[in-house]
């Protein structure tokens, strides 16, 4: 399996050839070679900044050469006005980097800042919004960064790092006792140390779920009373997550019912990119 930064290569050499392609031709046309300058970022909304270190690799992978300043690190709560890093070196690598940094800057600030607003809503709760794997294809890695980046916590990774034994997968082994018996037969035989989740969608499955011996049990689609309905007659045994519809307004509900982890898809699959833009300084 590859690794994280190899991951995150493979991410910028596939969006360098999809927008760069064999050059920019209007960079290449219209600017010398030997140009020199400046651009900053600078921020245009208020939000969570996200994707610093990230644009840092963007400026690395195209043109070592490129020197960046920053001046406000992942996490740091913005304002309209302020700059968050400024990058010197060839007018055209500054060009032609521009988009890809300010993709990723944007979506990653856009998550972060949402991500943001759902945990501020458990103040005070033990409750942790989680992310789901519902992120834009090739840039899971850049999405889940940034929901941590927003004060959030990430669920698995992908299908490789969790057993997540969902409703279907209940269905078509037969039963919640016989799935987590061939899961946790499974790891043995292959030497995995993989945390086991089962989703349940009543009374009676909890009961199953608890009697099989999970690491955590999701709620799915359940009401906040019926949560806190769960949670007494789950009674510390295992960790519990909800799932299923939550939104801003029900997100504290659900946490104030007493779950361990609220998952939440709009993290990440519908964000709105953080305004920003990439400007020459002089």
Known sequence: MKSRQELIDDLLTLAFAEDVGDGDHTTLSTIPAEARGKQRLIIKEPGILAGVEMARKVFEKFDPELKMTVFLTDGTEVKPGDVAFEVEGSVRSLLQTERTMLNIMQRMSGIATTTHRYQKELEGL???????????????????????????????????????????HVDFAGGIQKAVDA????????????????????????????????????????????????????????????????????????????????????????????DMSFKAAK
């Open 126 to 168: 033990k409750a942790k919004v989680i992310d789901t794997r519902k992120t834009e294809p090739g840039m899971r890695l850049l999405d889940k960064e940034a929901v941590k980046i927003g004060g959030g916590g990430n669920h698995r990774i992908g299908l490789f790092d969790m057993i997540l034994i969902k409703d279907n």
């Open 183 to 274: 899961a946790k037969a499974y790891c043995k035989q292959t030497g995995r140390d993989l945390k086991i989740e089962v989703e349940v969608r009543n009374t009676e499955e909890i009961d199953q779920a608890l009697a099989a011996g999970v690491d955590r049990i999701m709620l799915d689609n359940f009401t906040p009373e019926r949560t806190a309905e769960a949670v007494k007659r789950i009674n510390g045994a295992t960790e519990i997550e909800s799932s299923g519809g939550i939104t801003l307004e029900t997100l504290r509900s659900y946490g104030e019912a007493g779950v361990d982890f609220i998952s939440v898809g709009a993290l990440t699959h519908s964000v709105k990119g953080l």
